[in-house]
T-cell receptor, first 118, second 111 residues
Framework: GAVVSQHPSRVICKSGTSVKIECRSLDFQATTMFWYRQFPKQSLMLMAT?????????EQGVEKDKFLINHASLTLSTLTVTSAHPEDSSFYICSADPSTSGGPDEQFFGPGTRLTVL | GESVGLHLPTLSVQEGDNSIINCAYS??????FIWYKQESGKGPQFIID?????DKRQGQRVTVLLNKTVKHLSLQIAATQPGDSAVYFC??????????FGSGTQLTVLP
């Protein structure tokens, strides 16, 4: 089956530093990847849609200058949390869409990255 | 389980019993629905999906029912096992292909 990995699985950083999270599709290519944020006991909230070779599309309320997304290849998207603060502490999950048909299809999710900002 | 505020609805069932997890969706234009299972500290895991031109789909021990009239989706798990304990999310996609997650239900299987 399609596998998506994330690195790191957990990270602790000091307030004001930047953190990069990688999302890789291991056995398929993904034109589109998605980044979600999940706070404890809450649902996944879409942050942005990452498109290979073009700018990411951000959801309302998500600061594009704070959450930098780069989708440089068909198997890798990165999310950089710049100048992280304690309120950015959350579980960040990516997903990848292998479909090129343009229709609704299953997304494959990564295992998530637990970010803790001290 | 319907969503209420920020608290996860919970469902407790005896091992071996059947579980029914409910989900209400709001977008009548949604044409594809998926149930995910999420264990603590992990990403969502695909369970079963259904397209809007169907009202029922069965998998191994799981059945999804779709009622478009009342915008309701349910997941039935037969003979629930301890390994089924997790949070279950329904998700829907619009023609624009954004995946929107429901609030989730915490399923606890009692021995």
């Amino acid at each position: 089956g399609a596998v998506v990995s994330q690195h790191p699985s957990r990270v602790i950083c000091k307030s004001g530093t930047s953190v990069k999270i990688e999302c890789r599709s291991l056995d398929f290519q993904a034109t589109t990847m998605f980044w979600y944020r999940q706070f404890p006991k809450q649902s996944l909230m879409l942050m942005a849609t990452s498109n290979e070779g073009s700018k990411a599309t951000y959801e309302q309320g998500v600061e594009k200058d704070k959450f930098l997304i780069n989708h440089a290849s068909l198997t890798l998207s990165t999310l950089t949390v710049t100048s992280a603060h304690p309120e950015d502490s959350s579980f960040y999950i990516c997903s990848a869409d292998p479909s090129t048909s343009g229709g609704p299809d299953e997304q494959f999710f990564g295992p998530g990255t637990r970010l803790t900002v001290l | 389980g319907e969503s209420v505020g920020l608290h996860l609805p919970t469902l407790s069932v005896q091992e071996g019993d059947n579980s029914i997890i409910n989900c209400a969706y709001s977008n009548s234009a949604s044409d594809y629905f998926i149930w995910y299972k999420q264990e603590s500290g992990k990403g969502p895991q695909f369970i079963i999906d259904i397209r809007s031109n169907m009202d029922k789909r069965q998998g191994q021990r799981v059945t999804v029912l779709l009622n478009k009239t009342v915008k309701h989706l349910s997941l039935q798990i037969a003979a629930t096992q301890p390994g089924d304990s997790a949070v279950y999310f329904c998700a829907e996609t619009t023609p624009g292909r954004q995946l929107t997650f429901g609030s989730g239900t915490q399923l606890t299987v009692l021995p």
